[in-house]
């Protein structure tokens, strides 16, 4: 996109010097440069400059980007806002197709039964990961172009596998420097027994985050429709990686049906507290002082599978299990050299008002099956849908007609620059 944004300024700087070569007595173009004229003979040279200059300081705070300082957000009522200073948006519902998404990596690889303390092995291939999205980039409801449920759907195979390895699904961030952040991810889960989905921050088996949800604990009957929040440490694995043992462990019944729509699962991971919630309402909370005092750089993971585990994911499922996921969005600080040199060289006026920006909060779920809703319900915030606002961030674009709106304005802003600087030199 930011090709497209440099010709575009190319173009219109190439105008202007055709414009100025020509000298066209005529237009809007005249009028300046008869403005121009006026100003110096009335004013001086040196106030004409002085003026002008001004005006050119007008057009630079134009150019100048939203959010350059990073993006904030309360974290369970705390104050002051917290500062995540990189951002990942990923809109599945728009996203054409995975494989050439540079933000995700699809996984392939085995996991043998013994290794995953179940009857049956797990194969996660990337042929189990799917992009499904809506056929009209400017809807917000409706089936995928694959039909059911849009978004990016991750499977897990169905019944007893001949070759003992049951068909699963998982994808990782490709950026594996997150560190403190507000995680998020708007998923649909299966309303199928006998499979673990999950949405999580993690280094390694000591370091991790989850939100685990097993179907085969799903009862609507009674509306009982538990998530499994889960801190991994080293106390953890002394235990057997038993994390209840460690009191980070908690089961908590979600507010809403988690298979009769799109809910946004959060973790908001800063330092001494992990708070989890569920459609912006907190759900549970951590005290991370003791597990995670100087936490390795990780990655996010979504994953669907099974292995036949009577003490976890039961099944494996007698249909086909699909997990859908609307979006992600990851607001974070990085430990990348690189990123924190490039955040230091734009965020030049932190006391800004456009310097930072607040992260808009979902507190409610997302209905796609409702087209003559408008989308009002559907619909959710991106900050790359301006590219203004992520300006120097790494966000693969899900559409280019949505990242221009910024760019077109800079463009423009650039034209007149030059314009300007092209008659008070020469």
């Not at 100048?64 to 309360?74: P, V």
């Not at 994808?171 to 403190?180: I, M």
């Not at 106390?235 to 994390?243: L, Q, T, V």
């Not at 908690?250 to 989890?276: A, M, Q, S, W």
């Amino acid at each position: 996109m930011g090709c497209v944004v440099i010709f575009t300024q190319v173009v219109l700087v190439a105008l202007l010097v055709a414009i100025t070569v020509s000298a066209k007595r005529s237009g809007p173009i005249h009028k300046i440069n008869r403005l121009i004229v006026t100003m110096k003979t009335t004013i001086g040279p040196r106030s004409a400059m002085t003026t002008l200059l001004s005006l050119i300081g007008g057009l630079v705070a134009l150019v100048a980007a939203d959010c350059e300082c990073g993006y904030t957000t309360h974290i369970d009522n705390t104050a002051p806002p917290f500062l995540f200073t990189d951002v990942i948006e990923s809109d599945f519902l728009h996203i054409r197709n995975i494989s050439f998404d540079t933000d995700w990596k699809r996984q392939a690889y085995s996991v043998a039964a013994a290794v995953g303390r179940g009857p049956y092995g797990m194969n996660y291939s990337i042929e189990n990961v799917v992009s499904n999205p809506i056929e009209n980039f400017t809807d917000w409801t409706g089936p995928g172009q694959l039909g059911g449920d849009p978004g990016l759907q991750l499977s897990v195979g169905t019944g007893s596998p001949e070759d003992g390895y049951v068909q699963t699904a998982q994808l990782n961030s490709d950026r594996e420097d997150l560190l403190w952040g507000s995680y998020r991810a708007a998923m649909k889960l299966t309303m199928v027994p006998g499979t673990c989905a999950a949405f999580f921050w993690y280094f390694n088996d000591t370091q991790e985050i989850d939100m685990e949800f097993l179907s085969s604990q799903f009862h609507h009957e009674n509306k009982t429709f538990p998530v499994n929040l889960v801190l991994q440490s080293e106390e953890a694995r002394k235990a057997g990686y038993n994390a209840a043992s460690t009191g980070n462990y908690f089961v908590v019944n979600l507010p809403f049906d988690p298979t009769d729509g799109f809910h946004e699962y959060r973790i908001d991971f800063v330092p001494k507290y992990i708070v989890f919630y569920g459609d912006g309402k907190v759900i549970g909370k951590m005290n991370s002082t003791a597990v995670l005092v100087n936490p390795s750089p990780g990655h996010m993971i979504l994953t669907h599978w099974s292995n036949g585990n009577p003490l976890w994911s039961y099944g494996p499922p007698r249909t086909e299990a699909i997990l859908t996921v609307s979006y992600v969005k990851a607001y974070f600080n990085s430990s990348s050299d690189s990123r924190i040199s490039a955040h230091s060289s734009r965020c030049k006026d932190p006391f800004s008002p456009r310097a930072t920006c607040l992260i808009p909060d979902q507190f409610h779920g997302l209905d796609m099956k409702i087209p003559e809703n408008g989308g009002i319900s559907s619909d959710t915030y991106f900050f790359s849908d301006d590219h203004n606002k992520t300006v120097g961030q790494t966000i693969y674009p899900k559409n280019a007609a949505a990242r221009t709106k910024g760019g077109v304005q800079s463009a423009l802003a650039v034209f007149f620059l030059a314009y300007l600087v092209s008659h008070l030199v020469f």
